[in-house]
């Protein structure tokens, strides 16, 4: 059973940062692509980053490339997601999520074999 420790989330105020954690368990497959979705209030959710375990790509939704950065620590099995300058829409539920089947190239192909419990993130002042 694949399961997720997420950390991270908070309230912070708009211009501030926040690091969200995923450490997966239960993988049986040695290469995927791990990355986060977040969920508005009242909206679907959206792809955000991802990360490709056997080559390191990675890719980003527009809105958050030049302020988000997403990267992997092999050793603790973590992935992180680093979220610097924050704006009031970045506010929502974010979604660690594992795609076993797309490659991080293609972000529009980038979904979800399972998925996290959620950790909320708040930006405001």
């Known amino acids: 059973q694949v399961e997720f420790a997420e950390s991270g989330g908070g309230l912070v105020q708009p211009g501030g940062s926040l690091r969200l954690s995923c450490s997966p368990s239960?993988?049986?497959?040695?290469?995927?692509?791990i990355g986060w979705f977040r969920q508005a209030p009242g909206a679907g959710r959206r792809r955000v980053a991802c990360?490709?375990?056997?080559?390191?790509?990675?890719n980003y939704a527009h809105s958050v490339q030049g302020r988000f950065t997403i990267s992997r620590d092999q050793a603790k099995n973590t992935v992180y997601l680093q979220m610097n300058d924050l704006k009031s829409e970045d506010t929502g539920t974010y979604y660690c999520?594992?795609?076993?089947?797309?490659?991080?190239?293609?972000?529009?192909?980038?979904?979800?074999?399972?998925w996290g419990q959620g950790t909320q993130v708040t930006v405001s002042s």
């Open positions: 999520t594992i795609d076993l089947n797309s490659n991080c190239r293609n972000f529009e192909k980038f979904g979800a074999n399972y």
């Open positions: 239960g993988l049986a497959h040695p290469y995927y692509v």
């Open positions: 990360f490709s375990t056997d080559d390191g790509v990675t």
